[in-house]
């Protein structure tokens, strides 16, 4: 499985749009998405720094359902 890549919150924020969430608020450094599927609502926080840790992408990753390879299927579109 290949490696997941050094993405800022910033850039996160840019994919996870591409994947069809919306900026539903931000607080401070922290940006709430959300995403509307068919009977699920998906929900995560982004922090605006400027490296996400790995531990954190992890997180994010699993909340909004996407699998590593999706994620990485969206960075190059």
């Known amino acids: 499985m290949p490696r ?3 993405l800022s919150g910033k850039d996160l924020v840019t994919v996870l ?3 069809g969430f919306s900026v539903v608020r931000q607080k401070g ?3 709430s998405l959300q995403k509307h599927a068919s009977e ?3 929900r995560t926080v982004v922090p605006l720094h400027q490296e996400i840790a790995k531990g ?3 997180d994010i990753i699993h909340q909004t359902g ?3 390879d ?3 299927k969206l ?3």
């Open 66 to 68: 996407l699998s590593k």
């Open 75 to 77: 960075l190059k579109k």
């Open 70 to 72: 999706g994620l990485l």
């Open 56 to 58: 954190t992408l992890l």
């Open 17 to 19: 749009k591409k994947a």
């Open 40 to 42: 699920k609502v998906y």
């Open 29 to 31: 450094s922290h940006i």
């Open 4 to 6: 997941l890549p050094v």
